[in-house]
């Protein structure tokens, strides 16, 4: 089953709105086993919106449109898609009553009768509700062609898109075709090691794929992620080559992987520190906080994470982190000794039984020949032992500092494990 | 001057890849003075990207490109176009030398001859040179028909997009009119109120934009931007009517207004401090070092950001932050009594002039009916005075906590400049 996204909106096509519905739909469209052939944007005008249904309805007869629903747009999806399948529109007593009760909770009342055109549907929609919003979702099947409408706002567009359009697709899909077709991927999670190294360990992998998988590595702060895809294949045999895949890949990496699909290496450390008891302490220079903001970015932290020090300027190092005046003067603030005195001090004053410091030149200033900027010295405790490691990170500040966060949460994670 | 946009890329219709590219084109074409009408993705299929080729140089005359070009996409876009526009390929022994250095530089020598396809180019194309990359664009212009080719790498996307489409499609637009219509948009940025505040305050705003000028608010974690957007006027024009626009609307905000553009809400309190040569600190508890890491993240925040304490736990509140007990055992850690003393408490440490204090439930656990989840309190310090104020943000945790630490900026820089 082949079909094609429009995404209706002046923003998106001006480009003050990156457009990330149209990858939301993609990803959950192609997951469903519905193929996207293509993907359009045009502004909020009728005849471009009614142009570009027509001509993606002679294409593939299946579009699924996001945006121009709902009293701000002037409904102009839903009125240009009904001129396109030649219905009249009707008003929906359902969705009436939804909106009288939207007025009444927000004390809006009685609701202004400009608001009922929102209650017209095309003769023989189906009205998908719409549980975050006021603009209901819109199926339209006729002929053989079909429109999904949905509002562009990404949270009640994606609600929707999961609750309601992709079981109906699925469901369509199976009448078609059995088994489905899909293209599905998995994927690892790497960090604290780069993409020639990855390559190396992979060796002649590749080999073992076949024409049906492909493995792309994604590099980003957060590491290299390995993502095999299977295409075009039955889903039964895509989950299996994937399986397969995976399986093969997983021991030639070891210890480098932190994770599977979109989970957090932070929250991976917080399980492994909850698991053994034990509780976590940060000493920040040039993160700032970065680091204590990713980990407390975990719902439940609090179970092992304690708090930390901020030490950006050298008077909070000596006082709040007892790192020695010598170690400063003699090997700098950007060094293996202050990155081990930062862990120990922060571990000493709260407590813990695992700390980690980070210290070193996120620039853009501040770079020296011996230390150039992205110079990072990190150092983690566990359980009374202290590791030191340095990096030079490469990118602007962002990268550096979003890198040495990274890199030192992998360090602890290998530290805990005990993995090379 | 009308045109398209189209997007090549497999990772984009299926939406393994956010189209960025798409909105970095859109705007700098709005900017330029050509109005994008749709924009388009395919997949890496020729058939597929000659037939939109097509259909976008029927509609408008002109497409921009980007994608499907290099060794990795086989060149597919060049090849599409070439059919099209029914020419021939030709070497180009400029991109041949050029290809050759490259592979010379890597020490890869001889060049495999495999790779000498990437310097045929249409017949009567200019050969834009990319500075970031291998791929070079291309400009095909032909019986009024234009198509201008560019790699679908973001970085080399832009320069080249910048250096050689802008200015040649500018040129083009000025020998067809004269003054260019333009898009323009300009930006105030609030933080600190809701949208229905700032509606309030506008009250009979809108009536004075007249029909080319548009308001849009734009509601996020960083506060509501409000953007004037003058729309399909001469550029002279546009610009008057945004400053006239910008002009009115300042003074019905007053304080709330901490910036225009992209401007950052830490740079401007970093800024401020800096002038009145003052010290900050910080003392996070739910944001976790979010407020640090919004600081220092910063270009030159050590100028004035001396460094600060997270307080995850009670117990670091009172070791670290000298909040008492008794605050603590009878107002609880999230109360305007524990957010005074931790602004006092890490000024006092740290010796500076102004401190920041946030503790809050940031969710989904821990709220109760009297402390719902997004209940936080703020203290800030500003020579000697403390003031709290308490907030419930709506939102997840993410949101919860972006909003702490940007509300909380805000309180400083109110408290500084002395704005209600």
Redesign the interface.
């Known amino acids: 089953m082949d079909c094609e996204?429009l995404t209706v909106g002046t923003e998106?096509?001006?480009?003050?709105?990156?457009?990330?519905n149209?990858?939301?739909?993609?990803?959950?469209?192609?997951a469903a086993g519905v193929r996207?052939?293509?993907?359009?944007?045009?502004?909020d005008e009728p005849a471009?919106v009614a142009d570009?249904v027509r001509?993606a309805l002679g294409r593939t007869g299946v579009v699924i449109v996001s945006g121009g629903l709902g009293p701000t747009k002037d409904d102009l999806t839903k009125t240009a898609v009904a001129e396109v399948f030649g219905k009249r529109l009707v008003r929906d007593e359902a969705i009436v009553q939804r909106l009288r009760e939207a007025f009444r909770a927000r004390g809006v009342q009685p609701m202004p009768e400009a608001n009922l055109v929102q209650a017209d549907v095309p003769e023989g929609a189906v009205v998908l509700p719409n549980t975050r919003g006021t603009a209901p979702g819109l199926w339209i099947e006729d002929a053989g062609r079909l429109a999904v409408l949905l509002p562009g706002v990404p949270k009640e567009m994606r609600a929707l898109l999961e609750q309601e359009v992709v079981p109906r697709l699925q469901e369509r899909a199976a009448r078609a075709s059995e088994p489905r077709i899909v293209?599905k991927?998995r994927t690892l999670r790497t960090a604290g090691i780069g993409e020639s190294a990855i390559a190396d360990k992979l060796g002649e992998y590749h080999a073992l794929l076949g024409e049906h998988v492909t493995l792309a590595f994604l590099p980003s702060l957060a590491g290299t992620d390995l993502?095999l895809?299977a295409w075009n294949l039955p889903e039964p045999a895509a989950d299996a080559a994937l399986e397969k895949a995976a399986a093969a890949l997983q021991p030639k990496l070891g210890g480098r992987v932190y994770g599977a699909g979109d989970e957090d290496l932070a929250a991976v450390v917080l399980g492994l520190l909850e698991t053994a008891r034990a509780s976590l302490a940060?000493a920040?220079s040039?993160?700032?906080?970065?680091?204590?903001?990713?980990?407390?970015?975990v719902?439940?932290?609090?179970r092992a994470?304690?708090?930390?020090?901020?030490?950006?300027?050298n008077?909070?190092k000596l006082?709040?982190l007892g790192v020695s005046a010598d170690a400063l003067a003699l090997h700098g603030a950007v060094s293996e000794e202050v990155a081990r005195e930062m862990a120990s001090g922060v571990a000493g004053?709260?407590g813990v039984d695992a700390a980690i410091a980070i210290t070193g030149i996120?620039?853009?200033?501040g770079g020296t020949e011996a230390k150039p900027v992205g110079t990072v010295w990190i150092a983690v405790l566990w359980r009374d032992r202290v590791r030191a490691f340095t990096h030079v990170f490469p990118g602007d500040?962002?990268d550096v500092?979003g890198r040495a966060a990274q890199w030192a949460l992998d360090h602890l994670r290998r530290a805990i494990q005990d993995a090379p």
Chains 1, 2 share one sequence.
């Open positions: 996204i998106l096509v001006l480009g003050l709105t990156v457009n990330t149209a990858a939301d739909l993609g990803r959950a469209l192609a996207v052939t293509r993907s359009t944007s045009v502004g471009l570009a001509s293209v991927s993502r895809t940060t920040e040039c993160t700032g906080g970065l680091l204590g903001a990713r980990i407390t970015a719902p439940g932290s609090s994470y304690r708090g930390g020090v901020v030490a950006y300027g008077d909070v006082a709040a004053a709260l996120a620039g853009p200033e500040r962002e500092r």
